[in-house]
C-alpha cells in the first residue's frame, strides 16, 4: 500500500462550492466528502470496528487528550499505534487535546503569566483550585478522572500524536469558548497561530530527526470565533503555512446554526484548493449539507452514536416525529409499533428490528438498545453522504439538498 499522503480533487460542484475527493492515506484511500467516526477513548461507543466497517465508516478519530491520561500514548505505541491497538485497519485521525482540555475547564480557564501571578489571577483561594492555566507555553490542566496535573505544549501535543500514530494529526489550538469578546478571540486566535507555527517545526523535526512516523500528515487548524475579520485572518494565515491540510475549528462550541455558516462562507475563499479541508465537530444532517455545501471534505461528529444512547434515531424528513430527520423511540407511541426505524434504510438493523421491540429495550435499559440505534444511525449517516458525494459526481447536489432540507 502507498505510504504517502496526497489529496485528489475529483469534481467540483456547478453552483456551489462542494467538492468531490480522495485522500490517500498509509492505511487506504477516504473518498469525500466522508463522515468520520469519532472514537473518543480508541472506540465508538457500543460498536466494533467490524461494525464500522459494515456501517460504512472510512476514517476513524481518536481523541488525544483521553487516550494521553488512559492508557497513555506509550502503551499505545507499544501496540503499534491507535488502529492496531483498537484493531482498525482503515485510515486514522487524532487531534490535538487543545478542545478538551479547554472544554473541560471552559468556566476556569485563566490567561495566566507566572511572572505576575496574583494580578492574573481569578478571585479564589488559591492556584490549585484552577481547572487549566493557560499561557503563551501552552496549557496546564488538571485531569477530569484524578486531578493530577498535566501540561500540553505544541511540542508535547505532536509528541503525543506521533506516539499514537494516526495517519493525520492536528496542531495545537485555543478554541475560544462561546461567547467570547473580540478581543479574547483575538488573543486566542493570535496564540493559535503561534502553537501552529511551533507545531508544524515540531513535527517537521521529529520526521527528520527522529523518523517517528513520518508518513504521518498534519492540519492546521483556522479559528476566530464569529468574528468575519479573525476568521479571514486565520484562514489566511494558516493556508500560508505548510501544511498537509487545513481543519476549521471552533464551530461547533454553542453558536447558532446561522454564525457557524457564515464562518464557513468566509474562511472559504482562503482556503487552497488543492489541500483536504476538515470540519472540526459537525453531524446533524443539515450542518453535513451546509459543510459539504461550502467545500468541506470531512466532518467529525459524536452525534449517532450519543443520540443512538438517547433512543434518538435518525430518518427521512417525512418520517420524522418533531424534530427533524429524527424519531424519539422512547415515545410510548412507538410501543406496538410493526415497522421499521426508517423503511428507506437498508441496514440490518431495520431489516431485522421494529420500533417496538427497540422502543421496549430503551425502556428496560438493555444494552442492546444502544448498539442497534448506534450502528443503525451511523450507516443512515455514512449513507447520506455516500447518497451527497454521488449527488456531486452527478451535478444534482442541489436537487438532493432540496429533498433533505
Excluded at 497561530?193 to 521529529?206: G, M, T, Y
Excluded at 441496514?347 to 429495550?361: E, G, I
Excluded at 448498539?371 to 447536489?397: D, P, T
Amino acid at each position: 500500500m502507498d505510504s504517502s499522503f496526497q489529496f485528489k480533487l475529483l469534481k467540483k460542484d456547478s453552483t456551489t462550492k462542494a467538492r468531490v475527493g480522495e485522500i490517500h492515506t498509509p492505511h487506504g484511500v477516504i473518498q469525500t466528502p466522508a463522515f468520520v467516526a469519532v472514537g473518543t477513548r480508541a472506540t465508538v461507543r457500543s460498536l466494533t470496528p467490524e461494525d464500522l466497517k459494515d456501517t460504512g465508516v472510512q476514517l476513524l478519530f481518536g481523541n488525544t487528550y483521553h487516550l494521553h491520561l488512559r492508557p497513555g500514548e506509550d502503551l499505545v505505541q507499544d501496540f503499534g499505534g491507535l488502529g492496531k491497538f483498537m484493531r482498525w485497519d482503515g485510515p486514522t485521525i487524532t487531534d490535538s487535546g487543545g478542545f478538551q482540555v479547554f472544554s473541560f475547564g471552559q468556566k476556569k480557564v485563566v490567561d495566566f503569566d507566572p511572572s505576575n501571578h496574583a494580578r492574573n489571577l481569578p478571585d479564589q483561594e488559591e492556584d490549585d483550585a484552577l481547572l487549566v492555566k493557560i499561557n503563551e507555553d501552552g496549557v496546564e490542566f488538571r485531569s477530569h478522572i484524578d486531578g493530577s496535573k498535566h501540561f500540553f505544549s505544541p511540542e508535547e501535543s505532536i509528541g503525543i500524536q506521533k506516539k499514537l500514530g494516526a495517519d493525520i494529526i492536528l496542531c495545537f489550538d485555543e478554541c475560544a469558548p462561546y461567547p467570547s469578546d473580540h478581543a479574547y478571540t483575538q488573543k486566542a486566535m493570535e496564540r493559535t497561530h503561534n502553537w501552529a507555527q511551533r507545531s508544524l517545526a515540531e513535527f517537521k523535526v521529529q520526521n527528520e530527526k527522529f523518523k517517528v512516523n513520518p508518513h504521518q500528515a498534519l492540519y492546521g487548524i483556522v479559528q476566530g470565533g464569529v468574528y468575519k475579520d479573525l476568521r479571514e485572518e486565520s484562514a489566511k494565515f494558516i493556508s500560508s503555512l505548510d501544511f498537509d491540510g487545513i481543519a476549521v475549528g471552533g464551530v461547533s462550541v454553542g453558536e447558532s446554526k446561522d454564525e457557524m455558516r457564515k464562518a464557513l462562507q468566509w474562511v472559504h475563499p482562503f482556503l487552497p484548493e488543492q489541500k483536504p479541508r476538515h470540519l472540526l465537530g459537525i453531524g446533524e444532517i443539515d450542518d453535513i449539507f451546509a459543510g459539504v455545501e461550502y467545500g468541506m471534505d470531512t466532518f467529525d461528529c459524536v452525534i449517532p452514536t450519543r443520540f443512538g444512547r438517547y433512543g434518538i434515531v435518525f430518518v427521512r424528513p417525512e418520517e420524522s416525529d418533531g424534530k427533524p430527520y429524527r424519531v424519539d423511540l422512547m415515545r410510548t407511541i412507538y410501543a406496538e409499533d410493526k415497522r421499521p426505524i426508517s423503511k428507506y434504510c437498508t441496514c440490518y438493523v431495520c431489516k431485522k428490528y421494529t420500533r417496538a421491540y427497540l422502543h421496549h429495550l430503551f425502556r428496560v435499559k438493555e444494552l442492546l438498545a444502544y448498539r442497534l440505534a448506534s450502528y443503525h444511525n451511523m450507516y443512515f449517516i455514512n449513507h447520506l453522504v455516500e447518497n451527497i458525494r454521488q449527488s456531486i459526481l452527478n451535478g444534482k447536489f442541489e436537487d438532493l439538498k432540496k429533498q433533505w432540507l
